[in-house]
């Protein structure tokens, strides 16, 4: 009997254990993290988080249930967002896929410029605004709706902080900035032009895929343009780089084949590989540098290499001479009259204008002083009277 008994309390046991409705979860919460598991697939998926969560860091995989599984996407029934100012970080993909978002809140534009987004989809933005125009959400930011963004004085550096925020169409960089992140501007589909501080140090692939940008100038603070930095701005026509700037990264250009015309400062030392990939539509390009800069390979300039190419006229036959330089077909010396002389004149529209900190100046906003003058293969230094 004592026998018959133990095998009764055991099948008991067992029958009980099999029917717990919590031996196979379908939630977990995990360093403050909430996830919606799929037992048979071992997948979560991340549906929130608790309010004492200051870091939102979201893994490629989690332990729960004595299993792992893979994080897969973000919820997908999520429609708003708010970020508080105490967030810190946001870890890989963690909003991938959170397609239905519509509304984001930044509760403080300088914390928001501090969050370390560890990829694009780590950045909610790129969410609000999905292909179709007429889908798009909206951003709010200090509570107010806005697609004009004003950056505070005191902020130094922008990572992925505006990565695919498509209907963004201007943004005022502070005085303070120093470096401008990998995609910092990013699909940013709407901005036609952004004035980069003198000041600024770095720049990363920031306006990587910028389809509506048309005019651009970089300080000479700037020394190089790290890799990709304007790749993909189809419609990018005017480009001015000013004298400081040593080095054009990888793919730096890569497909703007709106560009016409292009002036290589003296200062550029080096020109590196696929950076002007796809610029199909230069007509024109000059290199003040009376050294060739140097190339990383033939074939550097090979979209366009029926382009006239003006030199320093001492130095045509170093560049006839010198890797990548020596392809173009027409190659042309040029002397910079007037450039350690001064000359006058009144203000001529046709010509580029810049200020002797090497800053593009709009014809608008020329007052009485010395201007470095840009027109064609010809530079000069000129005072300039106002109109």
Aim: net charge negative.
């Amino acid at each position: 009997l004592g026998s018959f008994k133990f095998d009764i309390d055991y099948n008991i046991f067992t029958q009980e254990v099999t029917e717990d409705p919590y031996a196979d979860p379908t939630s977990a919460t995990v360093d403050g993290i909430t996830y919606s598991l799929d037992n048979d697939a071992k997948t979560a998926e991340v549906t929130g988080c608790l309010g004492s969560v200051s870091d939102l860091n979201i893994p490629a995989s989690i332990n729960a249930n004595g299993n792992a599984y893979a994080v897969i996407y973000a919820n997908r029934t999520l429609k708003t967002i708010r970020i508080p100012a105490s967030v810190k970080t946001v870890g890989n993909d963690a909003f991938r896929n959170a397609s239905n978002v519509r509304s984001l809140y930044i509760a403080d534009l300088a914390a928001w410029c501090a969050i370390d987004f560890y990829n694009g989809n780590a950045n909610p933005l790129y969410n609000v605004f999905p292909t179709l125009e007429k889908n798009w959400g909206k951003v709010y930011i200090n509570g107010k709706a806005t697609t004009e963004v004003t950056v505070p004085e005191g902020v130094t550096k922008i990572g992925r902080s505006f990565y695919g925020f498509k209907a963004m169409t201007s943004i005022t960089l502070p005085s303070t900035l120093k470096e401008l992140g990998d995609q910092a501007f990013a699909n940013c589909t709407k901005l036609t032009t952004v004035t980069i501080p003198d000041g600024v140090e770095k720049i990363g692939s920031s306006f990587w895929s910028c389809e509506g940008l048309t005019e651009i100038s970089v300080p000479g603070s700037v020394k190089t343009l790290s890799g990709s930095t304007f790749y993909g701005c189809k419609n990018l026509k005017t480009v001015n780089l000013a004298e400081g700037l040593e080095t054009i990264g990888r793919m730096t250009f890569s497909s703007c084949r709106a560009i016409e015309a292009i002036t290589i400062p003296s200062t550029v030392k080096t020109i590196e590989i696929l950076a002007f990939m796809g610029c199909t539509g230069i007509k024109e390009i000059t290199s003040l540098s009376t050294v060739p800069p140097t190339c990383a390979a033939d074939g550097m300039f090979e979209d366009f290499l029926t382009a006239t190419l003006y030199v320093p006229a001492a130095s045509v036959d170093d560049y006839k001479a010198a890797t990548s330089w020596k392809e173009f077909t027409n190659i042309k010396g040029i002397t910079p009259t007037g450039i350690d002389g001064i000359e006058s004149g009144n203000v001529n529209t046709g010509k580029v204008y810049y200020n002797l900190q090497g800053i593009k100046v709009s014809e608008n906003n020329i007052t009485p002083g010395i201007y470095i003058i840009h027109e064609g293969a010809k530079t000069t230094k000129a005072y300039v009277n106002a109109k």
